[in-house]
């Protein structure tokens, strides 16, 4: 599976971006998605990650009430709903793909990885 993140940018504090992660290779219903993030300096932590049918979905507590995770399986595409920013949200965004059908927190549990697309977030 090949991921293409896209989406990022400048934005306010309490401002909104929706990212999207598009992928492609293969059949994208068959696997749980999942966005990671990484600041400077910091290590790679969980957001957001939904089931291959989008029934289910798991948030990390700093983000819970603020982001959203969907996906559109006839699109090939999972989105990230950010909503309320933080400078804290800040981060290089990373959508991954897991080969299973339930969600996971766990980087190393997912198996294919985009490039990642930048938020900023001013103050």
């Known amino acids: 599976v090949q991921l293409q993140a896209s989406g990022g940018g400048l934005v306010q504090t309490g401002g909104s971006l929706r990212l999207s992660c598009a992928a492609s290779g293969r059949t994208f219903s068959n696997y749980a998605m999942g966005w990671f993030r990484q600041a400077p300096g910091k290590e790679r932590e969980f957001v957001a990650a939904?089931?291959?049918?989008?029934?289910?979905?798991s948030y990390a507590d700093s983000v819970k009430g603020r982001f959203t995770i969907s996906r559109n399986n006839a699109k090939n595409t999972v989105y990230l709903q950010m909503n309320s920013l933080k400078p804290e949200d800040m981060a290089l965004y990373y959508c991954a793909a897991r080969s299973a059908s339930w969600t996971s927190n766990k980087a190393p549990e997912y198996v294919y990885w985009g490039q990642g697309t930048l938020v900023t977030v001013s103050s």
């Open positions: 939904i089931s291959w049918s989008g029934g289910s979905t």
